[in-house]
């Protein structure tokens, strides 16, 4: 019966609040971006459907393979989630070794009115879970076997709110992994240091505070509309336009923009670039696009071979070392006994 399994699993991404493009959250962004071109680009009602329902995004190549990839995802998920850790496991082995180590005494701070444990919870679980999804997309980037996966996500020429889930399914892991763990080290240290009373804010089972970046228009990051924010705000928060860019393949572009929703982390580590005009940035890899750059065979074997190739090297560099320690801890006995 797996592809009962299989075609809720498709359904429940459009009717699931939780997942980013529940089709709630699309008509919002879809409402927005009417708004942005209406009154910000002065287009008139007709020109802004056209705009936001442009055949050439939707129908594009690159689009195409994210429709492909998203259907071929739900499968690898299906039979990969079970493996993976739950966050409930993590949440209880953290829980444990908080004991073990009794830095503070459990439910220290459980006297805490229960009204500022909930706002705490839910303001941590964010801010934590934001700034690890900040870290892992940096070093998606910056380390050479994790790029061969991530390129799956930036190979993409055109953006739709699909792209989101055109990730090669070894990044689905890395990133379910960081979700889990985020989720399991909140909870555990939230209930040892407050007690029974942890509890989240929620709309519709949602964090209120993601529940708020969704229906702001999250969507619209992997869209062609470059909503643009003030200056002073795309210090704080992601704009549509900054995620755009972060997908650029201009070299001022490169490792810039990794914020999921907060760009407050981007700025403070570093890598903010303010948003430009959409229409001025190709997007891509390296902007050699080709009949194969969209193909099942590059998204999903080639960064396979990639990472076998750099594994290899690694270790061949490994060799390298441990021969040459070798040689002069052996150099270093030879010069002791002749001594
Ligand atoms: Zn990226
Ligand atoms: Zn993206």
């Known amino acids: ?25 699309i008509f919002i962004s879809i409402g927005i971006a009417f708004f942005w071109l209406i009154l910000q680009k002065k287009l008139s009602l007709r020109q802004a459907f056209w705009k936001i329902f442009d055949k050439k995004v939707f129908f ?20 990969i989630s079970p493996l993976l850790l739950t966050q409930m496991a993590i949440a209880t082995i953290i829980f444990h070794l908080l004991h073990k180590i009794d830095l503070f005494n459990a439910s220290v701070f459980s006297n805490f009115s229960k009204v500022w444990i909930v ?18 997309h940096r070093w998606m980037h910056k380390w050479p076997i994790l790029w061969s996966l991530h390129k799956v996500h930036h190979s993409a020429t055109k953006l739709t709110p699909l792209t989101i889930y055109r990730t090669h399914p070894l990044e689905g892991i890395v990133f379910s992994l960081r979700g889990a763990f985020t989720q399991g080290t909140s909870i555990s240290i939230f209930v040892y ?37 003030w200056t002073w705000l795309e210090y704080i928060f992601i704009s549509p336009a900054q995620h755009q ?20 982390w981007d700025w403070l580590f570093g890598s903010l670039h303010h948003s430009t005009e959409i229409e001025s940035l190709t997007l891509g890899v390296d902007g050699s696009e080709n009949e194969r750059s969209h193909s099942l065979h590059t ?4 960064p396979l071979g990639e990472i ?12 390298i070392s441990i ?12 010069a002791l006994v002749k001594q």
């Open 1 to 25: 019966m797996w592809f009962l399994d299989f075609f809720s699993n498709i359904f429940e991404h459009f009717s699931d609040p939780k997942k980013r493009i529940f089709l709630g959250y």
């Open 60 to 79: 594009s190549k690159s689009s195409k393979s994210d429709y492909s990839v998203f259907i071929i995802n739900r499968i690898f998920t299906l039979f």
């Open 119 to 136: 706002l705490l919870f839910t303001v941590f679980v964010f801010i934590l879970d934001d700034i690890t999804k900040y870290f892992v």
């Open 193 to 229: 240091l407050f007690g029974n009373s942890v509890d989240l804010i929620t709309i519709l089972g949602v964090n209120i505070i993601v529940f708020t970046f969704n229906i702001a228009g999250s969507n619209l990051r992997h869209s062609h509309i470059g909503i643009r924010y």
């Open 245 to 264: 860019l972060h997908h650029s393949i201009a070299e001022a572009h490169h490792n810039k923009n990794f914020g999921a929703s907060l760009a407050l």
């Open 299 to 302: 998204l999903y074997i080639k």
């Open 308 to 319: 076998i190739f750099y594994s290899v090297e690694k270790l061949k560099i490994l060799k």
């Open 323 to 334: 021969c040459q320690f070798g040689i002069r801890i052996q150099n270093k006995f030879y």
